[in-house]
């Protein structure tokens, strides 16, 4: 997919109560100049949030899910990956803290995750993994859940 199809680099899905972590992690994605749709506040004021979501999601390379105990069993999380899924899109978790691998809700546990207590590092990281997929324009899945 080239770029005049990608709006975003990166479409983040994570809950809001981890908000003050994503921000950190979302500061270290751009600084490293990846387009990434954090929220509200990249949408046009006065548009339709849900249309401008999944505008979002479908302009996206990849899905980055910032997996906490917050957000394991979050209806919104599901609708997200399917939706990726659908989309063909790269598919990323991010485990936060010490959260349990066996808590990686059904649908994720295909895709590569990792583990990263640091906003920051994790923003560096995801940031080349993005820089790979930009530049190899390649949309690839993993066959069984695996830290990387």
Excluded at 38 to 60: H, K, V, Y
């Amino acid at each position: 997919m080239s770029d005049e199809n990608n709006k975003y680099d990166v479409f983040l899905s994570y809950s809001m109560k981890d908000r003050d972590w994503v921000g950190s992690f979302v500061d270290a994605l751009r600084a490293d100049g990846i387009r990434t749709c954090f929220g509200m506040e990249d949408f046009e004021p006065g548009s339709r949030w849900d249309d401008e979501l999944q505008d979002a999601l479908r302009t996206s390379r990849a899905l980055i899910v910032i997996l906490s105990p917050n957000n394991t069993d979050n209806l919104w999380t599901c609708f997200e990956v399917g939706a990726a899924v659908a989309g063909q899109k790269r598919i990323i978790s991010v485990l936060t803290g010490n959260l349990d691998a066996h808590l990686i809700p059904p649908l994720l546990r295909p895709y590569p995750f990792f583990r990263e207590s640091s906003a920051v590092a994790a923003g560096r990281r995801v940031a080349e993994m993005v820089a790979d997929v930009r530049s190899t324009e390649r949309l690839t899945s993993v066959p069984a859940a695996r830290e990387v």
